[in-house]
């Protein structure tokens, strides 16, 4: 089991709503990921972030948001919320930048939009 | 790009028998490759990474991947499957200077008693 929490656990929201989703990363991990996993699929990257800065960002529009905090926690808000962005959504922390270093992913945050 | 196909959406095994996921990826340089597991309501658990190196990789609850450059493979296997590995299972690559991984599909196995 790695460090890295995730709150909440679920959340129901109405389309056109908007979410926080929040990512406690592992100690001493400075670098956060954001994935989308859609049922019966495979987790897609939706962005990094590396010391409060944004490090690159898939194939996802500007609704998509993110923060990283200076103590490496990170949320991630979607705004006009979408039926297709039901999803469960995992946050990964590594050490190092980039993707040598492993990823250490959190339980996610199952989000159903109705 | 990079892409990942895992070929095989479901696999059946008998407990006691061996195990193996198929990982082709599509990379234009030397690949990361991971494989990761997820059983239901959970996150993604590393089972193995391959860098550089053996090309054979061991990792944890006795998994092993092979990487072949030539066919573009990083195939998991398992001599003998338990019940507890019932799970999905995710292949993963990952740009060298890059910051995200991306995944294939993924593999569901299901264990019969």
């Known amino acids: 089991e790695t460090g890295v929490t995730q709150s909440p656990t679920h959340l129901i929201k109405t389309r056109g709503q908007q979410v926080t989703l929040r990512c406690s990363s592992q100690?001493?991990?400075?670098?956060v990921s954001w994935y989308q996993q859609a049922l019966g699929q495979g987790p897609q990257f939706i962005f990094q972030y590396y010391r409060e800065e944004e490090n690159g960002r898939g194939n996802f529009p500007p609704r998509f948001s993110g923060l990283q905090f200076p103590n490496y926690s990170s949320e991630l808000n979607v705004n006009a919320l979408e039926l297709d962005d039901s999803a469960l959504y995992l946050c990964a922390s590594s050490s190092v930048i980039g993707s040598r270093d492993t990823q250490y992913f959190g339980p996610g945050t199952r989000l159903t939009v109705l | 790009a990079q892409s990942v196909t895992q070929p095989d959406i479901h696999i059946t095994v008998s407990e006691g028998a061996s195990l193996e996921l198929r990982c082709n990826y599509s990379?234009?340089?030397?690949?990361?490759l991971f494989w990761y597991v997820q059983s239901p309501g959970q996150g993604l658990q590393l089972l193995l990474k391959y860098f550089s190196g053996d090309t054979l990789v061991q990792g944890i609850k006795g998994f092993e991947a092979e990487f072949k450059r030539s066919q573009s493979s990083f195939n998991l296997r398992k001599p003998s499957v338990h019940w507890s590995d019932a799970a999905e299972y995710f292949c993963a690559v990952g740009e060298a200077a890059g910051n995200k991984l991306t995944f294939g599909g993924g593999t569901r196995v299901l264990v019969k008693p």
């Open positions: 990379y234009g340089a030397t690949p990361y």
């Open positions: 100690s001493g991990h400075n670098t």
